[in-house]
């Protein structure tokens, strides 16, 4: 296990893709990006789902860059799905069953790749016998979030084929996630989203860290405003833990490339800041006796430097 790590010191890390995984019955195979440091074993393992968003790469296993390899700093092993909403696939998958979201195959997407991994090691040179597969973790940026909230229990009421949580996963954060539906999907895109009308949080009952920017304002979507990321962690039960980050808009200071234009709040130091908290919440998650989360919660969110804030449930 590699013990909890700042970035103070620059850590070697090792990006591997495209590692392939044959699915029947899927239109494509599954495609992954593996983020590890250079060093280390019993690595702890993040599942990060891609949101959708306007760039071709950024929604596949080539964006989010600077989360994951701050995440493979950090000590994690880092394991990225190119899902099919991505919009590499757009061309090749017109009109298929479930697009433009496929909300049901992004987090089974997840579940093969846990039934995998040790297929994966194996595959990733220098990689064997280094995963931790009694410690993983999700997390999701957008409609990825959703998909993340969906693998730690939330569901669709009208779809009874939409309870897919894992017990493999044992904690999750979310960034930037949908909200609920209802009459709060009011805006002017609402249309785009009706299968989330149905969503219910009271399902997602794993410990989950759910992130937001506090100019995140959803108009297309709802008259909420930037609230209505938080209904993840409002809506479900405890133990839930919110992080509200100062200035930060839908892109949270640009985790989903470099130099992205779609990214409006593109703020290296957030992003940095951001990488350390997640990162502390997850191995303290997974390593109850680290108390990694509350030192960067005294270093990150208190004070007049404070990027952010918390509470908990």
Do not use: C
Request: hydrophobic share 40%; aromatic share 6%.
């Amino acid at each position: 296990m590699i013990t909890s790590r700042t970035l103070d010191r620059p850590v070697a890390v090792l990006s591997y893709s495209p590692v392939v995984l044959p699915v029947p019955g899927r239109p494509i195979d599954l495609h992954l990006r593996v983020s590890v440091p250079q060093a280390g074993a019993e690595l702890p393992v993040i599942l990060l789902s891609h949101g959708h968003g306007p760039s071709n790469n950024l929604s596949s296993l080539n964006g989010y860059a600077p989360l994951a390899s701050l995440w493979a700093q950090l000590g994690f092993a880092v394991v990225q799905p190119t899902h099919l909403s991505s919009r590499t696939l757009s061309s090749v998958l017109e009109g298929e069953p479930g697009g433009p979201f496929f909300l049901r195959s992004r987090p089974e997407d997840m579940t093969r790749i846990l039934d995998a991994l040790e297929e994966i090691e194996k595959t990733v040179p220098g990689l064997a016998g280094r995963l931790d597969h009694d410690r993983v973790a999700v997390a999701g940026h957008s409609l990825g979030g959703f998909s993340a909230g969906q693998l730690l229990g939330v569901r669709l009421t009208d779809d009874p084929g939409s309870d897919v949580r894992d017990p493999r996963i044992k904690a999750g954060v979310l960034l930037a996630a949908p909200g609920r539906g209802g009459d709060a999907l009011n805006g002017p895109a609402a249309h785009l989203v009706a299968d989330f009308h149905s969503v219910d949080f009271s399902t997602m009952t794993a410990p989950t860290l759910v992130v937001t920017g506090d100019k995140d304002d959803p108009a297309h979507f709802t008259d909420m405003g930037p609230a209505w990321h938080a209904d993840p962690y409002h809506l479900a039960p405890s133990p839930k833990t919110l992080l509200t980050l100062y200035g930060a808009e839908h892109g949270l200071g640009g985790i989903a490339g470099y130099d992205a234009a779609e990214t409006t709040d593109e703020n290296p130091a957030t992003v940095t800041a951001l990488a350390r908290l997640t990162a502390a919440y997850l191995r303290s998650e997974l390593y109850p006796d680290d108390n990694a989360w509350e030192a960067a919660q005294a270093e990150l969110t208190t004070g007049p430097d404070a990027v952010g804030r918390v509470e908990a449930k």
